[in-house]
T-cell receptor
Framework: ETGVTQSPTHLIKTRGQQVTLRCSSQSGHNTVSWYQQALGQGPQFIFQYYREEENGRGNFPPRFSGLQFPNYSSELNVNALELDDSALYLC???????????FGSGTRLTVV | AQSVAQPEDQVNVAEGNPLTVKCTYSVSGNPYLFWYVQYPNRGLQFLLKYITGDNLVKGSYGFEAEFNKSQTSFHLKKPSALVSDSALYFCAVRDPSKAAGNKLTFGGGTRVLVKP
C-alpha cells in the first residue's frame, strides 16, 4: 500500500509568481484535500476534490485553485504569491465514507 | 461551524511519567475525532481516531484517547512517556454530515517535551 507523496519538498518563489504543488494519493483513496500550515499554527483547510471536482472550500481566495486527475492525484496552484503564503502545504487523501486521512510530508513554500 | 481547542501550548513531562494532551471540540453532529503527531519539518502522522463505539480508543505507539460526549473532550493519553514522544500534537474534528464534506478542523497544536 503506497502512501501520499508530495512534490517538491521545498520551494522558494518570489512575490507575484505562480506555483504548482503536486500530490499523489494513497492507493484506494478517491478524495484529496489540501491544507496550509503556517509556522506555529495548526493546518487550515484550503479545499477538497472528489471525482475531479471541488466539493468543499475553506476561507482562501480564488488565487488558490486546484485540480484532481482521473488517477486521483492532485495539484494545488497559487497565483500572485504573497509573503503570507509562506507555509507548509499538506495534502491528505481519504476515501469518501471512510474515516481515515493519510497525509503527505508536505511542501515547504517560502515566498521572498 | 466546527472548532477544536487545545488549551495548552506546551506540556512538559518527565520520561516514564503519564502524558496527557487536552482537546475539546465543537461540532453540530456526532463527531469524528482524530489525533496526529508532527515531528520537525515533517507532515502529520496518524495516531488514532474515534468514529463510533467504545469511548476509549487505542492507537499507535501506546497512545490512547477517551471520547467524552458530555464534556465534548477527546484527551490524548500515554501511561509512560518516552523522550522520543517529544513532538507537536494536533487534535482534529470532522463533522460527518454530508454538507460538511470531508473537511478536518484542527486545533492549534500542543508541543510535548519529554525530559530524560
Amino acid at each position: 500500500e503506497t502512501g501520499v507523496t508530495q512534490s517538491p519538498t521545498h520551494l522558494i518563489k518570489t512575490r507575484g509568481q505562480q506555483v504548482t504543488l503536486r500530490c499523489s494519493s494513497q492507493s484506494g483513496h478517491n478524495t484529496v484535500s489540501w491544507y496550509q500550515q503556517a509556522l506555529g499554527q495548526g493546518p487550515q483547510f484550503i479545499f477538497q476534490y472528489y471525482r475531479e471536482e471541488e466539493n468543499g472550500r475553506g476561507n482562501f481566495p480564488p488565487r488558490f485553485s486546484g485540480l484532481q486527475f482521473p488517477n486521483y492525484s492532485s495539484e494545488l496552484n497559487v497565483n500572485a504569491l504573497e509573503l503570507d503564503d509562506s507555509a507548509l502545504y499538506l495534502c491528505a487523501s481519504s476515501y469518501t465514507g471512510g474515516g481515515g486521512y493519510t497525509f503527505g510530508s508536505g511542501t515547504r513554500l517560502t515566498v521572498v | 461551524a466546527q472548532s477544536v481547542a487545545q488549551p495548552e501550548d506546551q506540556v512538559n513531562v518527565a520520561e516514564g511519567n503519564p502524558l496527557t494532551v487536552k482537546c475539546t471540540y465543537s461540532v453540530s453532529g456526532n463527531p469524528y475525532l482524530f489525533w496526529y503527531v508532527q515531528y520537525p519539518n515533517r507532515g502529520l502522522q496518524f495516531l488514532l481516531k474515534y468514529i463510533t463505539g467504545d469511548n476509549l480508543v487505542k492507537g499507535s505507539y501506546g497512545f490512547e484517547a477517551e471520547f467524552n460526549k458530555s464534556q465534548t473532550s477527546f484527551h490524548l493519553k500515554k501511561p509512560s512517556a518516552l523522550v522520543s514522544d517529544s513532538a507537536l500534537y494536533f487534535c482534529a474534528v470532522r463533522d460527518p454530515s454530508k454538507a460538511a464534506g470531508n473537511k478536518l478542523t484542527f486545533g492549534g497544536g500542543t508541543r510535548v517535551l519529554v525530559k530524560p
